[in-house]
């Protein structure tokens, strides 16, 4: 078994990230799990009509920091990231967790996270997520990503027990390091998260992009 | 690009096929005159404009308006609430749908005026809400549906014995008519919302089935009808067919009648939704607009639709059908056959209850693949109409009876999910394109060929559209229920962890556990054991190169549900969070988890 130390991210268009899945096993990526998402665009005629949304699917790879470097370059180039509303990709590192057998000492691996992106999550409750994009944006974000997500089930006594899942949305938004802290302060205070059970917010460093229109040195 | 352009290039697709086949019969083996060709070809623009606007008003308008009423319902104290509140929107969602006005008003001829035809609508309206109560019901209970189904159709068996043919024909018709183009989406919209709230492990069973228990309401109706009323046996005949003549004169023609229905046929629903806005949601302004906006485009949609498919192809599919039917007999099964496999993807229901499918599976049961299934269902059963229409001696119950009775005893062997699939998907195939385009080319034939019956006989091909796609899906799921996972052998090794940096403003952990479709619950309940607090849940499907999922016979991969758990912990805790998920028995099992670590920075005050 292969260590695995990053998360390869993709956002493309619904029915696209089969085809990524398939090129990135290719480049030697071993499983992905993909998951449906929306994104937004910014045209003030369709917002009238309220055609904002598009469909998007995030893929989701586990691998290591080589492997991803190398899907980097492969799926940039094959689905043209660098164009603009082609798709994002980027890579967290995240660790994949794995039980000591033995009492040994874990080692803490003294490679750094250079993150020059960050990743800003935001989990709202269902409905308030185009308002955390529209936050996001006022402070210089270029877009987001909406997912929909469930919180954990609440056991409800109504005539029917039911559990109650409420329905959350998660915004998920990259940005450079700068612009990371403010975006973050706006949707926090946009959307009042200091209350509770308004949501919450965090960031994770992003190692590497392909596809994002700021802060990007070629 | 927008959805509104994917949606436009979807009902592309599938219209194209249809059109195409058309345009070739036309200038091929049938004499068909210009002005009607002209007329289909205007007729297909409108189709394909006013379905994508369709479509798009539903997305807009009648899912939010399902989830609210649904929660409405569910979260309600009350049985005698609940009850009266489902049947109601049973009911009202019924009571204004066009179609069912022409079956009663064609019932009340055939019948020579002894059967009223707004007591029909009443009666099969009655039925539906009763249905959609029990549904309910049986939704919030945990009732397994295949039971429900088997009971349901049991009893409509013991009915069929009492009734006469004719009868039959027109129960089976009446459930085609309600599950129209407006009922459908928002039945299903109903039962997503249903399920969502009541969430638990058969959440996405309880995401279908609901339109199919709806639509043996109006074949219990008017089986009951007939026999409480003693009547029997339906006279006269369908009446002298005029086709239209001119190319724009009968859209324009008919546009304002059809817009006028479409409305009438919104409206009740759209009131009682503002209405229990008005008391108890109190949406925002601008979710309120969204609903406006999208019950506008919903109503344009439709009526534009609706006038396409009324007069730019039901002239041409009863000429059609005229015109096969002096032919080979052959050609026209054959034709028949060809019709019912391409015209069932234009149907907008289709287009809608595969999108929920997606939704709620999150891709992993390919829509291609439920496409497919139900294409081949219809086109069978109009093949089998055909012979029908040709061979006298044939009835419709030599079809009926057998298809829905392996279908049941399928709906014990199938994959839970595909239950409630297969169900509405026969709802959801009879919807207005089968009861213009198809029926119109299959009474086309019968009027040609001495033998048939065109009352009967077009009768019937509705019903067999609502059974064959419940009998093939049904198979489908059974395949899935034995599909075929293969799993590598499991090198288990001592591994080494590697461990965090401790930067100072980290603080806390992002850990992503990705598990089986089902587990998150119990992730969750391990995590919080060991000091997780909040918890997300994302639904998703995966691949793993070790673990492939086959469907027998077809052979195609499928990709298995995932769930994804997004956790947020403090840095103290996340790793006996971690250990703790992975050292879980069940979850180690069956769940297939695995556990991903990142630091992050939160924001601790949201975190209380």
Not at chain 2, 599 to 605: D, K, L, N
Request: some cysteine; charged content about 15%; overall charge negative.
């Amino acid at each position: 078994m292969i260590d695995i130390d990053a998360m390869f991210f993709v956002v493309v268009s619904q029915g696209k990230a089969n085809d990524v899945l398939r090129k990135a096993k290719d480049c030697g990526a071993k499983s992905g799990t993909i998951f449906l998402g929306e994104g937004t665009i910014q045209n003030k005629l369709l917002e009238i009509l309220g055609l904002t949304e598009v469909r998007k699917e995030i893929l989701m790879i586990s691998s290591s920091n080589e492997i991803c470097d190398k899907l980097h370059e492969t799926l940039s180039e094959e689905f043209m990231f660098y164009k603009k509303n082609k798709g994002i990709a980027f890579t967290i590192p995240f660790k994949r967790w794995q039980l000591q057998d033995t009492l040994e000492e874990q080692k803490s691996s003294p490679e750094n996270i250079a993150a020059t992106h960050f990743c800003i999550l935001t989990i709202v409750d269902k409905g308030r997520g185009k308002a955390c994009i529209n936050a996001a944006r006022a402070a210089g974000a270029r877009g987001g990503t909406l997912i929909h997500a469930r919180g954990a089930g609440i056991p409800a006594e109504f005539y029917f027990p039911l559990v109650i899942e409420p329905q959350k949305e998660i915004v998920m938004v990259i940005t450079t390091k700068e612009k990371a802290a403010p975006i973050r302060n706006r949707i926090f205070s946009e959307l009042e998260l200091g209350k509770v059970g308004n949501g919450i917010i965090f960031t994770l460093p992003v190692n590497r992009v392909s596809g994002i229109f700021e802060g990007v040195t070629p | 690009m927008s959805m509104l352009v994917d949606k436009t290039k979807e009902v592309i697709r599938t219209l194209l096929p249809v059109v195409i086949l058309v345009l070739l019969l036309c200038y091929t083996i049938v004499d068909v005159e210009t002005d009607i060709i002209i007329r289909f070809i205007v007729g297909s623009v409108m189709l394909l404009i006013g379905l994508s606007v369709f479509l798009w008003g539903i997305d807009l308008s009648m899912n939010p308006i399902g989830e609210h009423m649904s929660m409405e319902i569910a979260t309600s104290r009350s049985l005698l609430k609940i009850a009266i509140l489902s049947f109601f929107l049973g009911f009202l969602v019924t009571v204004a749908e066009p179609d069912l006005l022409i079956l009663g008003s064609q019932v009340e001829a055939a019948s020579g005026g002894t059967m009223n035809a707004t007591f029909i609508v009443y009666m099969v309206s009655i039925g539906v809400g009763v249905m959609i109560s029990l549904g309910v019901f049986r939704l919030l209970r945990d009732k397994p549906l295949n039971i429900f189904m088997t009971i349901t159709y049991g009893i409509i068996l013991v009915l069929a014995i009492l009734v006469s043919e004719e009868f039959l024909a027109i129960s089976f018709d009446a459930s085609g008519a309600t599950t129209g183009a407006l009922t459908t989406p928002f039945v299903l919209a109903l039962s997503l919302g249903l399920s969502k709230v009541k969430g638990g492990s058969s959440s996405e069973e309880n995401s279908f089935g609901l339109v199919g228990i709806m639509s043996a309401g109006p074949i219990l109706a008017v089986m009951l009808i007939s026999i409480i009323s003693g009547q029997k046996n339906i006279q006269g005949d369908a009446g002298e067919y005029i086709v239209a003549e001119g190319v724009l004169r009968p859209i324009i023609n008919a546009f304002p009648g059809i817009f006028a229905e479409s409305l009438l046929a919104l409206l009740p629903i759209s009131i009682l939704f503002f209405g229990y806005n008005f008391i108890k949601f109190k949406l925002t302004k601008e979710e309120l607009f969204r609903i406006i906006k999208g019950l506008v485009f919903t109503l344009l949609g439709l009526a534009i639709f609706l006038t396409a498919v009324n007069s730019g192809f039901m002239d041409m599919g009863r000429i059609i059908g005229m015109e096969l039917g002096k032919m080979s007999h052959w050609i026209l099964i054959g034709i028949g056959f060809l019709l019912g496999l391409i015209v069932v993807l234009v149907e907008p229901a289709v287009h809608i209850l595969g999108e929920q499918i997606e939704e709620v599976t999150s891709g992993h049961i390919p829509l291609s693949l439920i496409r497919m299934t139900l294409s081949i269902g219809v086109g069978a059963a109009i093949a089998l109409s055909m012979v029908r229409i040709v061979v006298p001696e044939v009835k419709l119950w030599y079809f009926l009876l057998p298809g829905f009775a392996f279908a049941i005893l399928l709906s014990f062997k199938s994959d839970p999910v595909f239950v409630g699939i297969a169900y509405d998907a026969g709802g959801v195939a009879s919807g207005p394109m089968t009861a213009t385009f198809v029926l119109a080319f299959a009474q086309g034939a019968a009027t040609v060929i001495e033998t048939a019956n065109v009352l009967v006989d077009g009768f019937g091909v509705i019903a067999m559209v609502a059974m064959a796609p419940v009998f093939s899906i049904m198979v489908l799921g059974t395949a899935f229920k034995h599909k075929k996972v293969t799993y590598p052998v499991i090198e288990k090794k001592s591994v080494m962890t590697s461990h965090l940096i401790e930067e100072g403003n980290i603080q806390h952990d992002c850990i992503l556990v990705v598990a089986n479709r089902g587990f998150a619950e119990r992730v969750i309940e391990v995590a919080r054991q060991s000091g997780a607090t909040g918890a997300t849940i994302i639904r998703g499907r995966g691949t793993d190169e070790d673990q492939k999922v086959m469907l027998p016979v077809i052979n195609i991969e499928l990709q298995p549900e995932k769930e994804i758990v997004l956790l947020i912990t403090g840095t103290h805790v996340s790793e006996s969070v971690a250990d703790s998920v992975l050292r879980d028995t069940q979850l180690e099992q069956d769940g297939e988890v695995s556990v991903f670590i990142s630091p992050a920075e939160a924001m601790v005050e949201t975190l209380a």
